[in-house]
């Protein structure tokens, strides 16, 4: 069957020099993100949280199968229950199952296992990987390149949340199956990928103070 094609929607080209100034601001503004492990309370509109997975969700996915789905939390309880979870698993890492080379890595970033964050910010954001597609006659139907899709949705996601002006923390507890109970996401379908930790800074928020690579180290031209 052919595919019914559609002229390209909302395209918009700029002069050379344009570009480059758009590209360079966007650059700017990328490189202020910071993760953030300080967060104030204060509240957070829905609707801003909701535009920002709005853009998550144009992301381009393997086969167009957008395999991702999110489940946005500010509700007092769940976060409550996400935070125990959350930090029975970091205390099981940090105590008994993390090599000491990572432990070595982690060291910098001063991360241990207490949480408060996940109380604290007014959105938790669990990302899944939505591995399987449940059909009609109740068959399962595999999705591709579900991590590289998922990953690249929650750039986006990242992206949009740092542009709206607040900020986040990746957080990956790790095993994370705790999240498809809390939040009720079926586990035969759908496996977390990340849980992010959204809202505005604290007043006194601190970061540690690492350097990004610089461009001719992640870049070749050839
Ligand atoms: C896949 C992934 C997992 C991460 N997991 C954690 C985590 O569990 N806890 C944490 O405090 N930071 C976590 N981080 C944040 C990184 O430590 C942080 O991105 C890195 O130190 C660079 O700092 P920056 O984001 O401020 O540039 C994670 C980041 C990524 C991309």
Redesign the pocket.
């Known amino acids: 069957m052919k595919p019914r094609l559609v002229p390209l929607p909302g395209y918009v080209e700029y002069l050379p020099d344009d570009m480059l100034t758009r590209g360079s601001e966007f650059a700017d503004e990328m490189q202020r ?3 953030v ?1 300080d967060f104030s309370d204060r509240p957070v509109p829905r609707a801003v949280i909701e535009e920002c997975l709005r853009a998550a969700g144009s992301a381009p996915s393997g086969a167009n199968q957008q395999p991702w789905q999110f489940v946005a939390v500010s509700d007092v309880a769940v976060k409550q229950r996400v935070r125990v979870a959350a930090e029975a698993e970091e205390r099981e890492f940090y105590e008994h199952r993390a090599p000491p080379a990572w432990l070595e890595v982690l060291q910098p ?1 001063g ?1 241990d296992a207490n949480k408060p964050f996940l109380e604290i910010a007014p959105w938790l954001i669990a990302v899944f990987i939505r591995r399987f597609e449940r059909l009609a006659d109740g068959s399962k139907r595999k999705h591709y390149y579900t991590d590289e899709s998922v990953g690249l949705a929650t750039g986006l996601l990242l992206a949009a949340i740092h542009h709206a002006g607040l900020v986040s ?5 790790s095993p994370m199956k705790f999240l498809n109970e809390i939040l009720g996401r079926p586990k035969d379908l759908e496996r977390p990928f ?1 849980l992010l930790v959204v809202g505005y800074p604290a007043a006194d928020a601190r ?2 103070d ?1 350097r ?1 690579k610089p461009l001719a180290e992640i870049a070749d031209f050839v």
């Open positions: 993100r910071r993760t492990r970033l991360t923390l990746t957080h990956t507890p990340l970061v540690p690492i990004r």
